[in-house]
């Protein structure tokens, strides 16, 4: 018997796929959420005191050129947190994927420029995704309790993939952007929280590059 693909079958199955999408973006809403909610400081003052602070990479600049808000309210939090004695040290994590392109080098630039001095941040060039920068903080450089810088949204993804590797991490978060800056993003960022479910429950995900353990502030101990 053949089937007959008709216009009601095809709209019926765009309804079915469309439901199964938006409950699994709601399933790993959820998730992500109730793993990074109460585990979040929004203020230095209430922040912990950590050996490491993992501030998490962006571009430093739009398509446009201009300055990236993202990119500027992270450097602001994690000088912050330097600066009020927070964190020892600042881990840069970000994408260095060719040699015009290098996103903890812009990130320690523009930290020094703030007054934090180049001992204090140490550059992680491998971390391509929220994942690998989460798990190479523990598994490259060896800490496995650490506060994350970024926004709050992208704070509670870091926080989920954290704690589902056995990783004790808090987060601090850096101010937000307007709707009309970040619509795109926070779009963006409900289907990256799905990714982190299906990479950490389901395919078991690995950073793509590890290497030899490197312990942060060992060169002044």
Known sequence: MRFKITRRSVCYGAVIFSSAVAVALAWSNHLVTTAGHDAIAQDVSTAPKQKVA?????????????????????????????KNGKADYLLVSGDNHTASYDEPTQMMN????????????????????????????????????????????????????????????????AKDVTLRE???????????????????GVLSREPHFLGPTITIGSEVE
């Open 54 to 82: 993992l501030v998490l990479g962006c571009s430093a600049t739009l398509s446009s050129g201009a300055p990236n808000p993202f990119f500027e309210h992270r450097m602001n939090a994690a000088f912050e947190l330097w």
């Open 110 to 173: 523009a930290l020094v420029r703030r007054g934090v001095p180049e001992i204090a941040i140490v550059r992680d060039f491998a971390g391509f995704r929220t994942l690998d920068s989460v798990v190479r903080a523990h598994r490259v450089f060896g800490e496995r309790r650490f506060c994350i810088v970024s926004q709050k949204d992208h704070l509670m993804r870091a926080i989920y993939i954290a704690k589902q590797h056995g990783i004790e991490a808090l987060g601090y978060a």
């Open 182 to 200: 970040g619509l795109r993003t926070k779009v963006r960022e409900a289907f990256a929280r799905l990714q982190a479910v299906l990479d950490v």
